[in-house]
């Protein structure tokens, strides 16, 4: 049988020519499928700039598009992974972040205790220091155990330092020290009796300070147990402010906002007089000073109302009634308001300048106000321009931003306001 053959246009054999010749074949199918595949390109061409035509926009405007499109997608993506990041990382980080706070007060608190819990007496020559401290240091002895303080007598020239966390019992013995060297007689026996004359002395004065602040307010009816405790505030200070004149500071502005509101100005007066009283015992007792004070407060006869302005102050219980909120803006007014404690004028205005500079630098941004003396900075956003998760990230940067570009004391809250306001006017 004969073998079948494949006639090409020149009617050879192209396998059999191969053999009997030995001569490259000729491959008609190439031509072919090269005129395929530039038909295919035209295609894909005329295609390509129909979808153009439709489109309105060229394929490179296209891609720009949807590369924007994608890279903005991937940004909220981004931001809501790491808002849920954050919030994972926030309820397992109270143990570490109390770590941290530990040592970092470890670091720090020296400089502090020197300044606050050290108070320093002249002595009129140096041989009095062999007295103050007697034979074998019975008079030092007696001295730190009537008054519970430390008596330190070094090489500094004509002073002693007498150190105590308790600022009441550091004034004691500073008094008892001056009067010792004012009698001559410093004995064991004579300390006992000039330090038990000088705690009298000063619990004296101590309600006598109270009786006036009250007075000067126009309050009265307080337990005497709670005039003495409000007395100590003479002695407690809260970033230089004297927290006795502070009470009184704030009970005057609270009066005022109470009078101008129609609201009960003379329980508005009594809740921020004694909102701090907490503090004369913090030192004593555990627990947040609101809380300590409000229980005081309750325990010495005070109305429902007065207890819930002392123990809502700070936010850590609800307010019941108008004047409890009024208590915490007197209080943080007081505290807050330029040369109450320790910051010049002039970088306090600054700081809060810079605040809001940096705020209203963000895309997106309306206003910013800086409120709370500086302690917050609110930031009110474009609704139409950035979204919810857009505006987490905001709050994230700008905390950042504000961490890394500002010196101030304590924290600074940021909050970012989004909202929808629709307005019409009936006519």
Avoid at 242 to 253: D, K, M, P, Q, V
Wanted: hydrophobic share 40%; aromatic share 4%; with cysteine.
């Amino acid at each position: 049988m004969k073998p079948r053959t494949c006639c090409s246009r020149d009617g050879l054999n192209w396998r059999g020519s191969r053999r009997i010749s030995g001569r490259k074949p000729w491959r008609g199918n190439a031509g072919w499928l090269s005129g395929q595949e530039q038909a295919s390109e035209r295609a894909l061409k005329e295609h390509r700039q129909a979808l153009e035509r439709v489109a309105g926009m060229t394929a490179e405007e296209a891609k720009r598009t949807l590369v924007t499109q994608i890279e903005a997608e991937a940004r909220l993506d981004a931001a809501g992974l790491a808002k849920r990041i954050l919030d994972e990382s926030r309820e397992g980080a109270e143990r570490e972040a109390r770590e941290i706070i530990a040592r970092s007060i470890q670091r720090v608190t020296r400089d502090y205790v020197s300044e606050a819990t050290i108070s320093v007496v002249p002595i009129p020559n140096d041989a009095m220091k062999g007295r103050i401290i007697g034979r074998e240091g019975r008079n030092i002895r007696a001295i730190e155990a009537a008054t519970g303080i430390d008596l330190i007598i070094d090489e500094t020239p004509e002073a002693v330092v007498i150190s105590g966390f308790d600022p009441l019992r550091r004034e004691i013995a500073k008094v008892s020290l001056e009067r010792l060297m004012a009698d001559g007689r410093i004995h064991p026996t004579r300390i006992e009796e000039i330090v038990d004359k000088v705690k009298v002395d000063i619990e004296k004065l101590m309600i006598e300070e109270a009786e006036k602040v009250i007075f000067e307010v126009g309050l009265s009816d307080f337990h005497p147990e709670l005039v003495k405790v409000l007395g100590r505030l003479k002695y407690r200070l809260s970033y230089g402010q004297n927290n006795l004149y502070h009470a009184r500071e704030a009970a005057y502005i609270c009066g005022t906002m109470a009078a101008e509101l129609g609201l009960d100005v003379k329980l508005a007066k009594r809740g921020a007089l004694l909102h701090d009283i907490g503090k004369a015992v913090s030192h004593e007792e555990e627990g947040p000073h609101a809380m300590l004070g409000a229980d005081l407060a309750k325990k010495y006869g005070e109305s429902e109302k007065v207890v819930n302005a002392i123990a809502a102050h700070h936010e850590q219980v609800e307010p019941i009634c108008p004047e409890t909120v009024l208590v915490a803006s007197a209080e943080a007014l007081s505290a807050a308001r330029p040369g109450a404690r320790r910051e010049a004028l002039e970088s306090y205005v600054k700081r809060l300048e810079k605040l809001e500079s940096l705020a209203v630098g963000f895309k997106g941004v309306h206003k910013a106000y800086a409120i709370q003396a500086g302690r917050e900075i609110r930031v009110i956003v474009k609704q139409d321009e950035v979204t919810d998760t857009e505006s987490f990230q905001i709050s994230r940067d700008l905390a950042r931003k504000i961490e890394h570009e500002l010196t101030y004391p304590g924290q600074i809250k940021v909050t970012v306001i989004r909202e929808s306001r629709y307005v019409d006017t009936a006519k």
